[in-house]
């Protein structure tokens, strides 16, 4: 053996580990470089997403900003109704109010769940992480004013619930001897239309729809909410010191379980868990806030000084006024889903012979989501000086999304932050329970109603929560979004044609109260 520089003989013992050695190193390198599996599944998924999420949130240049018409499609729709029926969110508030007490519902009739436990159910699937997160990214880029038009656009969704929630429940299928009831969008896009002699276009829509839910309910609804509430929990537990970090799965196995004991009863037992979650992490979230602006209450007044002078001077705010009612209008589109037609599936669970008193209980969820919680984060955001008129201001560190949110709860409260992050599990948990049963009614009706299609659905639900904890989403969410807002293309079309249907509706059941056919229960 030749001697090397160093006067050492190489043995082929030597040799081979100084091979195996080497060979070490270079796997240990090429392992460095090459793309992780989180990596290759979103550049696989990236050039997909880009072209549906581009078509689906096509933007167009407005007043110095870009206005996604998506947005437009759904506040326009939310006008339209709102003027058709002749401002009815605000002459129906108290009539919606009676209904979800039960004063007018009727448990003898077909249906699982109470008006109540079918307001729960839908404000369960809305009421999540853009209730938090998504607020913070409004304000930080719209400034203050962007609080006036959210609850703007709140409102006007109030009308777009109550259109679809009656035809959720009008058109829906009663299956008798199993004692079960599917409905939703899927159903009157297909009977609705067809009733006016369009089953085709009726046919194409609800099946379109239905593909939509369930890539937003396997997505948005699921592996997003498992994916953040994850980050939240690390976050708050030590960041990368955590005894969490690095173990989504785990995390993600836990979160699997505890959602497969829910959804594996069916809507009664969502229905069951979300009337006690749902009215338990509103009103944690509200009593934070409410603490928050009780310790600034001197900064009350300046607060919504801020909010309406940014809405409409918006000074300092890109885009100005337009950029403040962009933002507004964004967040509370894809906060309360108005439109999208998610709701009317959960609603059509309901024990009533009446379509448009639950069409009444529905136009309470975008007031709970949007004009009540949207609006409490955003003023905490506000009243704590993180964001005014203009913007961000110093005091929020460049923070956006949850860690905005939390940062001005935290200046309140410092342990607030724990707080906020148990509203975000809970937030997520309830999302994804209820799109589990939105995914379900889309999937049977594109497969077909039957145990082995339902057990089916639910287990890659749940797959995909852990998925969606254990790994890095990207482009994954952007395209489940997409799917989401794409439901409302469809969904609106139909609401279109079908909305002369809900007037009928509505006459007959107003002049039924009037006479005391339908009668108030005691």
Known sequence: MPPTPFGLRLTPALLAANALAHGTALAQAAAAAAPTLDERISAAVQPYSDAVAGAIFFSVPVGGTSFPLIVGWLIVAALVFTLYFGFIQFWGFGHAIQVVRGRYSNRSMAGEVTPFQALTTAVSGTVGLGNIAGVAVAVSI???????????AGLLGMASKFTEVTLGVKYRNVHHAAGTVSGGPMRYLSKGLAELGMPRLGKFLAVFFAICCVGGALGGGNMFQANQSFQQVVGVTGGTDSFLAGKGWLFGLILAVLVGLVIIGGIKSIARVTEKVVPFMAGLYLIAGLVVLFIYIDQLPWAFGQIFLGAFSGEGVAGGVVGALIQGFKRAAFSNEAGVGSAAIAHSAVQTDQPVSQGFAALLEPFIDTVVICTMTALVIIITGHVSAGGLTPLASGATGVGLTSAAFGSAVHWFPYVLAVAVVLFAFSTMITWSYYGLKAWTYLLGDSLASELAFKFIFLVFVVIGSSMGLGPVIDFSDSMIFAMALANIV????????????????????????????Q
């Open 494 to 521: 139909g609401l279109y044609v079908l909305m002369p249907v809900v007037k009928r509706e509505l006459n007959t059941y107003w002049a039924g109260i009037r006479s005391g056919h339908i009668k108030v229960t």
């Open 142 to 152: 719209g400034g203050a004013g962007a609080t006036f038009w959210m609850i703007l």
